[in-house]
């Protein structure tokens, strides 16, 4: 069974601080990606992962920054977090071998800036 | 761009036939995914229509049709454990990255 995992279920940061999501996929997946969560707006995506080094700009890219240094890690990075950045963060995965189309999702990180 | 219309909540009893519909706008796509999200859990993966028609999966079906810009999520006797928000989402050209619609939360009462 593929494995999302996220490094923390709650997570509680002030204005101002720099955050670090983390999230790691056992599946040996090419394609990582990371969403934010909000009541009435869906899932929307912040950015995704190609391969190791290679990055993207989804839909809402502002405020935030990725990395993934390894295949198996994204991570994603609030600079200077803000109250308007407090949501669910859900990071997923996928791979290239058929069937290419499902995502595996981890659990989420409730993200409040206060 | 694009875009997916959902409506937004649906109430129905243990045992009825539920549809969910999905519209959408979108220059081109692989195909229509549906997942399904428990609250407070991760969304998981339900069925995708690459082609035009119904996708059949126990007592779930999803429907496409590409010259109508239109699918749908068809939920066969409902049981309490269905309540759950349903996304769809087209996987875009490109990149096949998945573009998702805003959610419709079923709510199953006995």
């Known amino acids: 069974d593929v494995k999302v995992t996220q490094s923390s279920r709650y997570l509680v940061k002030r204005t101002g601080e720099k955050v670090f999501l983390e999230c790691v996929q056992d599946m040996d997946h090419e394609n990582m990606f990371w969403y934010r969560q909000d009541p009435g707006l869906g899932l929307r995506l912040i950015y995704f992962s190609y391969d190791v080094k290679m990055k993207e700009k989804g839909d809402i890219p502002e405020g935030y920054s990725v990395s993934r240094e390894k295949k198996e890690r994204f991570s994603l990075i609030l600079e200077s977090a803000s109250t308007n950045q407090t949501s669910m963060y859900l990071c997923?995965?996928?791979?290239?071998?058929?069937?290419?189309?499902?995502?595996?999702f981890g659990p989420g990180t409730r993200l409040t800036v206060t | 761009g694009q875009s997916l219309e959902q409506p937004s909540e649906v109430t129905a009893v243990e045992g009825a036939i539920v549809q969910i519909n999905c519209t959408y706008q979108t220059s081109g796509f692989y195909g229509l995914s549906w997942y399904q999200q428990h609250d407070g859990g991760a969304p998981t993966f339900l069925s995708y229509n690459a082609l035009d028609g119904l996708e059949e999966t126990g007592r779930f079906s999803s429907f496409l049709s590409r010259s109508d810009s239109y699918g749908y999520l068809l939920l066969q006797e409902l049981q309490m454990k269905d309540s759950a928000s349903y996304f769809c989402?087209?996987?875009?050209?490109?990149?096949?990255?998945?573009?998702f619609g805003k959610g419709n939360q079923v709510v199953v009462i006995p």
């Open positions: 989402a087209v996987n875009l050209y490109g990149n096949n990255r998945l573009a």
């Open positions: 997923a995965s996928r791979g290239t071998s058929e069937p290419t189309y499902e995502q595996y």
